[in-house]
């Protein structure tokens, strides 16, 4: 007589709740098209360089969604670029959708594995040359010349697994995706 071995059931875990998602994935497996989403950020303009963005809906899942309530956020520059700093800069903000990224990765990813955490901090610095904005160098490019992340995360996995988790984090995040390998972008303006 043989037995059969059998896995034990994955389970909820660090506020992810497992189940549901190895069900999504299999919803999505079975309807592919149900995976294409549009996100969007509805930008108003206070005074100076500070704004604020909001978020209500968005499409997925083949339909139009409302968030479960609006978000908002606001952008601005430091006094020493002549804004009023009531906010983090436009390019902060993107650090932080990288940070955001990641750590909402790592944890599904860990909990899709059954690995227990205990703590993630991503820390995003960017380099950016403000000559580049200024008009001051048309050599110098706009945005970031580099952009770096650290990940330290404690979970009761060894060393090896965890970094697995990250790397594998950075491999599906979309923020990294469209940070490191870019996108074309349309801006139309409706004037008057």
Known sequence: MSEVMTKPARVAMNGVDVPTFIATLGAVDAQREIARFTFRANGQWLAGTHSRIAFKDFYGACAENDHRQPYTIEGDHPEVLCGTDNAPTPAELLLGALSACLTAGIGNIASMRQVKLESVECTVEGDI????????????????????????????????????????????????????????????????
């Open 129 to 192: 040359d403000l000559n580049g904005i200024l008009g001051l160098d048309p050599q110098t490019r706009n945005g970031f010349q580099g952009v770096r992340v650290t990940v330290a995360i404690k979970g009761d996995a060894d060393d090896e697994t965890l970094e697995k988790i990250v790397r594998q984090s950075v491999a599906r995040s979309a923020v990294f995706d469209v940070m490191t390998n870019g996108v074309p972008v349309a801006v139309a303006a409706k004037v008057g």
